[in-house]
């Protein structure tokens, strides 16, 4: 009988699962710490206190026409920007009411009373506005350098 002695390439190295950890940090650095989410993220909270909630795809589109690389860039650097725009928007709102409005509003609404829910529904339509407002930037900007 041999003995099935595992060889190097079987046994985990440590250092893989921190260089995984430090390319995902990297890589939600990218996503956050940018020119374009910087600017979108300015624009929107601009636009939005003055204007209606769609504003926020204005911003989006002008921070993606002036500096997305790419469509999938601008997509997701655009629905970043504005669901954490929105998510602090949304609990900054919620907690200065202590909750009352947020209640409300998930009572009238199609989410069974749950706020949780309402909270996550209007991250995800803040989200996708800003990815869409972000990558037709880049898009129309494309159309006009061709």
């Known amino acids: 009988m041999a003995l099935n002695i595992p060889s190097q390439a079987n046994i985990p190295n440590p250092n893989d699962a921190q260089a995984g950890a430090s390319s995902v940090i990297t ?3 990218e996503l956050f710490v940018s020119p374009l989410t910087a600017t979108i993220v300015v624009l929107a909270f601009i636009l939005g206190y003055f204007g209606d909630w769609w504003t926020v795809a204005i ?3 002008i921070g993606g026409a002036i500096f997305a690389k790419s469509s999938g860039e601008a997509f997701a650097k655009g ?4 669901s954490t725009l929105w998510l602090l928007a949304t609990w900054y709102h919620h907690f200065t009411t202590q909750g009352i409005l947020s209640n409300k509003i998930a009572q009238i609404l199609p989410v069974g009373g749950n706020v949780g829910i309402l909270i996550t529904v209007t991250i995800l339509i803040g989200g ?11 898009l129309v900007r494309n159309l006009f350098r061709k």
């Open 79 to 82: 629905t970043a920007a504005i």
């Open 27 to 29: 890589k939600v650095k």
């Open 128 to 138: 996708l506005v800003g990815g869409w407002g972000a990558m037709s930037g880049f």
């Open 59 to 61: 911003a989006a589109f």
